[in-house]
């Protein structure tokens, strides 16, 4: 990975009036750093999420976007930091679980040693759906299909190596079906080529899938999360059709390494009560995520077993990125 041809793009914003800043609870503003530019999920979540702990703390919040290198940039920044705890990021499945397994190259952080957990911040469902003219109405008719067409049948992603396409291949790991992988730049363009026909399913983020799914230019077969999602709650999920298969994506609060516990045990503290609240979890239902306050010793427990899930679902699937 060249991080030297990556230019983070920046974008901060305050999210308290300035002239409280004087009563601030922390004494000096907190920044939650994004690893990606403005408009994808993690900044949709972060912003509304970090308004609400201003106001609740008394202080102000700053999200900064430091995009780049799949979010290496910023994640290298945080890790970088002063371990005070006033600099903290967003962790998800696809950079602290699965590029760790799946680069060639070492990467410039490490999810486990350079991070301390402060809480899981939010679930979204990964959600399997289908071209409309495809034959299948169910996950058993589609692993039919399958295995009536070995190598025939085709999905995108919205790139390699990331939750999504892992997501596709545990599914067929699980299900022992061959099927071709077409990834593109984005979930956009990807989705955008099973509603046109040109692939025929796809796993992706609920909200990149919702709208498509609700006009009628996609069918949802199943959701990947344990228990089915309040935004489709007539989608079965994977697990009730008979396929061991568990696939989401999740956001958790990290600080640098080292911060004192005394900080990380205040910003839990504040974050959990700010995720607990009702007006949180509408805002995040929104999005297609679902609200999930933990304890730090939670967040570096799910870390730990995400890395050795989908460390064999990379293993068994031979994707090496570089």
Not at 56 to 85: L, W
Not at 190 to 202: D, P, W
Not at 209 to 219: M, T, Y
């Amino acid at each position: 990975m060249q991080l030297r041809h990556c230019v983070p793009f920046c974008a901060l914003v305050l999210l308290f009036p300035v002239g409280v800043a004087a009563q601030s609870g922390y004494g000096k503003p907190l920044r939650i750093v994004v690893t990606y530019p403005p408009g994808g999920p993690i900044d949709g979540l972060t912003r509304p999420f970090a308004q609400r702990l201003s106001e609740s703390v008394k202080s102000p919040v700053v999200v900064e976007n430091r995009a780049g290198a799949n979010g290496a940039i910023g994640y290298e920044y945080v890790a970088k930091s002063a371990p005070d705890g006033y600099t903290l990021t967003i962790g998800a499945a696809g950079p602290f679980a699965i590029s760790p397994k799946a680069f060639v190259r070492p990467l410039p952080y490490d999810p486990v040693k350079d991070f301390a957990p402060v809480t899981t911040m939010a679930t979204m469902p990964e959600l399997l759906t289908t071209n409309v003219s495809l034959p299948v109405r169910t996950v058993k008719e589609l692993v039919a299909l399958a295995k009536r067409r070995p190598g025939e049948l085709v999905y995108a992603s919205s790139g390699t190596g990331g939750t999504p396409h892992l997501a596709m291949e545990l599914f067929k790991q699980a299900a022992r079906i061959d099927m071709v992988h077409v990834p593109y730049k984005g979930a956009g363009p990807a989705t955008m080529e099973v509603i046109g026909g040109q692939t025929q399913l796809i796993f992706a983020d609920l909200p990149v899938l919702l709208p498509q799914v609700q006009s009628g230019k996609l069918r949802a077969l199943a959701v990947g999360t344990r228990e089915r999602s309040p935004s489709l709650p007539q989608v079965p999920t994977m697990l009730e059709q008979g396929f061991q298969v568990v696939a989401y994506n999740w956001y958790g609060i990290f600080a640098a390494a080292a911060t004192p516990r005394e900080m990380i045990a205040r910003l839990n503290a504040d974050m959990v009560r700010v995720l607990n609240a009702p007006e949180t979890k509408a805002i995040f239902l929104k999005f297609g995520a679902d609200a999930a306050p933990g304890t730090p010793e939670q967040l570096a427990q799910l870390v730990r077993e995400e890395l050795d899930r989908w460390g064999k679902v990379v293993a068994a699937s031979g994707i090496k990125l570089e």
